[in-house]
């Protein structure tokens, strides 16, 4: 069966304590891997995609990676602003049925404390 | 630039009551269409999708259907509404290249009481 699973489930770091967030994933046929920030309350917010192993992606303090069997989201000196559950998705393409395959992990909680 | 529109913000409704989400997306033609369903401390649950007017996939049995009249609106409907029907539920809109890569509304909040 494909699962996504993302550790750790919470991480509280101190402002401006660098740290990594994992999203692990066992799935045939990737067509790629989705990172999304959501806040309490609201729609998920779209960050990156990765298509291929060894491919990075960054956006102000993130920077996303891809492995053939997980992802990193690397948080480089992050801010308050910064708190928010982020989530990993996963595309493996369409079933017999032609219906896209699209799953997400549960999400790591991340508290940035000045 | 496009945007995505959903409401109500939050509901509530009685078991047996009939249900209504509207979903529209403006700046964009020929979105892919989806509703999820996101429940405490589980991932985002694909509900419905679509490609175009009229063409609903949906791989999970439940209580719930959808349809799409236009080519940016999308609903999400039930005749009677179930306890377990309780959660939070996001419209969203992609490009087909780009599946996974959605756009989100910001949800609607349905408590079942």
């Known amino acids: 069966e494909d699962q996504v699973t993302q550790s750790p489930e919470a991480l509280r770091l101190q402002e401006g304590e660098s740290s990594s967030l994992n999203c692990s994933y066992t799935v045939s046929g990737l067509r790629g891997l989705f990172w999304y920030r959501q806040d309490p309350g609201k729609g998920p917010e779209f960050l990156f995609t990765?298509?291929?192993a060894g491919e990075e992606k960054e956006k102000e303090r993130l920077k996303a990676t891809l492995t053939k069997k997980e992802s990193f989201l690397h948080i480089t000196a992050p801010k308050p602003e910064d708190s928010a559950t982020y989530l990993c998705a996963v595309h493996i393409g369409r079933n017999s049925g032609g219906y896209q395959k699209v799953t997400f992990g549960t999400g790591t909680k991340l508290q940035v404390i000045p | 630039s496009q945007t995505i529109h959903q409401w109500p913000a939050t509901l509530v409704q009685p078991v047996g009551s009939p249900l209504s989400l509207e979903c529209t997306v403006e700046?964009?033609?020929?979105?892919?269409l989806y509703w999820y369903r996101q429940a405490a401390g589980r991932g985002l649950q694909l509900l419905f999708y679509?490609?175009?007017?009229?063409?609903i996939s949906s791989e999970v049995p439940q209580n719930l259907s959808a349809s799409r009249p236009q080519d940016r609106q999308f609903i999400l409907s039930s005749k009677k509404l179930l306890l377990s029907d309780s959660g939070f539920y996001l419209c969203?809109?992609?490009?087909?290249?780009?599946?996974?890569?959605?756009?989100f509304g910001q949800g609607t909040r349905l408590t079942v009481v």
């Open positions: 679509s490609v175009g007017i009229g063409q």
């Open positions: 700046g964009t033609s020929n979105p892919n």
């Open positions: 990765l298509y291929s």
């Open positions: 969203a809109w992609s490009v087909l290249e780009t599946v996974g890569a959605a756009f």
